[in-house]
């Protein structure tokens, strides 16, 4: 009798047929270059915060990728190694904490870093591990501001490391045929994008959760806000010249010193205007574009499975990558293969370092009670 076949199975022949359809993303500006260090497919991955996004998507979609493997954890709960240990079969010599984490340089099973820790920690640890050549894939939002996104760029072109950022969604289908539009304009000019995004959260009892610390990057701009901004800016395909932005507080007993809902306008070049909401007090979800002869929109636009959405002409996105997680299994093989092949990751530290001088633009209007702040061009 043969084995009953693996849930993965399905998902890795998805995954192939993706990636055979988004090929090579271009040629390689030198400072880019991987290290010489050799590397062969597939990757060792190693894990920095072994939290829900790590334990609930990351690590089954490393199950499921084709040039990445999970070969190493980093965290500071040993209880939590053991348990990963043991599900992952990851040996003693390749699970570190944070203090002695700078040995992993000498750790030929790993390639590539994740860091997927509260945002105040995402620049010490790209830079420690670029410092210990290892490529750094880096979770949304880049950093706290745009001073510490370049430091992390300068430390990954100083060590020869790719980084890259986790916008999952510029992987996917359907929001990569979306991106298209803004080329193709099929609907004539563009005058205005709106893009909410939003949960409504907090509910009971918050505990210690960081998203609600100001000095560990909480606040719904942070963790929702950047998917409206960044995708405000690859539906105009353009970079914002200015903004105006308005915190709102309902629930002011949890929402101490972080924006609950941020609402922000953007004015893009030839008066186009993105009208955005992020918020975790709402549950929003939608990304709209309004042209002279039509709109367009993607409903939801950053969940992790089922994004969807329509046309004023009739035309659907209706793509379908499969369940999660999908969307990061595709991800994670599209930045491997970018390691391997010695060309740029579709979403490069830069990506993330635009949308940062946006966001300390977005907070100083906010700041400012709304005053028009002009963002400076990179
Ligand atoms: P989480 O709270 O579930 O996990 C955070 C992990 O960091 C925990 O293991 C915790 O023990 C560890 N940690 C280390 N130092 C800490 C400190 N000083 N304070 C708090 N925790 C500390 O968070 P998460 O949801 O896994 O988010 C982690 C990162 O991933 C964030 O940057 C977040 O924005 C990002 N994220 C991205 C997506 C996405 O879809 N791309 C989804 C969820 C989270």
Redesign the pocket.
């Known amino acids: 009798m043969s084995a009953p076949p693996s849930p993965i199975d399905p998902l890795r022949r998805r995954l192939a047929a993706a990636l055979a359809a988004g090929g090579a993303a271009g040629a390689l500006p030198g400072w880019a270059a991987s290290s010489s260090r050799k590397r062969r497919s597939p990757l060792g991955v190693a894990l920095i915060?072994?939290?829900?996004?790590?334990?609930d998507?990351l690590a089954p979609a490393l199950q499921a990728t084709r040039h990445c493997r999970l070969t190493g954890i980093v965290?500071?709960?040993p209880a939590?190694a053991e348990e990963w240990q043991r599900r992952y079969r990851i040996p003693d010599r390749n699970v570190y904490d944070?203090d002695g984490f700078a040995r992993i340089a000498d750790n030929p099973d790993i390639d590539v870093v994740y860091?997927?820790?509260?945002?105040?920690?995402?620049k010490r640890f790209t830079v420690e591990a670029a410092a210990a050549g290892k490529h750094v894939w880096c979770?949304?939002?880049m950093a706290m501001d745009a001073a510490e996104a370049q430091e992390m760029i300068d430390a990954c072109r100083r060590n020869r490391v790719q980084l890259t950022i986790?916008?999952?969604l510029q992987h996917e289908p359907n929001t990569r045929a979306w991106r298209e539009l803004a080329k193709t304009r099929p609907f004539g000019r563009l005058l205005r994008v709106k893009a909410d995004a939003g949960f409504n959260g907090f509910r009971n009892n918050p505990g210690?959760?960081?998203?609600l610390?100001p000095a560990?990057?909480g606040g719904a701009m942070?963790?929702m806000g950047v998917y409206s901004l960044n995708a405000a800016r690859y539906t105009t395909g353009r970079e914002p010249l200015a903004v105006t932005a308005r915190q709102e507080i309902q629930r002011p007993e949890i929402f101490r010193g972080v924006d609950e809902t941020m609402r922000f306008q953007l004015e893009f070049p030839e008066g186009v205007v993105a009208d955005c909401v992020t918020s975790f007090g709402m549950n929003i979800n939608l990304l709209r574009a309004e042209c002279e002869d039509g709109w367009y929109q993607l409903e939801p636009f950053?969940t992790?499975d089922g994004i969807k959405g329509e046309a004023s002409d009739g035309r659907r996105f209706d793509a379908s990558l499969g369940p999660r997680p999908a969307m990061?299994a595709l991800q994670m093989d599209e930045d491997a293969l970018a390691i391997l092949e010695g060309t740029p990751p579709r979403v490069p530290g830069e990506e993330g370092l635009r949308d940062m001088r946006v966001l300390d633009a977005i907070f100083a209007s906010a700041r400012a009670d709304r005053k028009r702040v002009e963002i400076a061009a990179g």
């Open positions: 915060g072994l939290g829900g996004y790590s334990r998507l965290t500071g709960t939590k944070y860091v997927v820790l509260p945002n105040h920690l995402h979770e949304k939002p986790g916008y999952r210690d959760a960081w998203r610390d560990r990057g942070y963790d950053q992790y990061q």
